[in-house]
């Protein structure tokens, strides 16, 4: 009965974990995409673990181009990035980052 009592304990924390985490909306997204801005994320501040086995390279985007005209700012980084997608911006890129979650 232990063993039941325990496992039931451990699968509760698991789940509470997992919906707290979505409860609030869009609140992180896998560190290797395109994401459009407003249907796929919302803006504001997210925070990555980035990589620390190689770089982490992110994208504000004005829009699907790939064009240094469509850049708005870029960044790679090792380890923790921190980036404010704007209201106007259009796509956010990555690659190579850990997730992202909202943090403003």
């Known amino acids: 009965m232990r063993g039941r009592a325990a496992l039931s304990a451990t699968v509760g924390l698991v789940v509470i974990g997992?919906?707290?985490?979505?409860?609030?909306?869009?609140?992180?997204f896998a560190g290797n995409g395109d994401f459009r801005v407003g249907p796929d994320i919302e803006p504001g501040t997210y925070r990555?673990?980035?990589?620390?086995?190689?770089?982490?390279?992110?994208e504000r985007a004005r829009d699907a181009g790939d064009?240094?005209?469509?850049?708005?700012?870029?960044?790679?980084v090792?380890?923790?990035?921190?980036?404010?997608?704007?209201?106007e911006d259009t796509y956010f890129r990555t690659s190579g980052?850990?997730?992202?979650?909202?943090?403003?």
């Open 48 to 58: 990555t673990t980035g990589n620390t086995a190689g770089s982490c390279h992110w």
């Open 67 to 76: 064009g240094l005209g469509s850049l708005i700012a870029q960044g790679d």
């Open 18 to 28: 997992v919906v707290s985490a979505h409860a609030g909306g869009k609140t992180a």
């Open 78 to 87: 090792t380890g923790t990035a921190v980036v404010t997608i704007s209201a």
């Open 97 to 104: 980052c850990g997730d992202w979650k909202k943090t403003g």
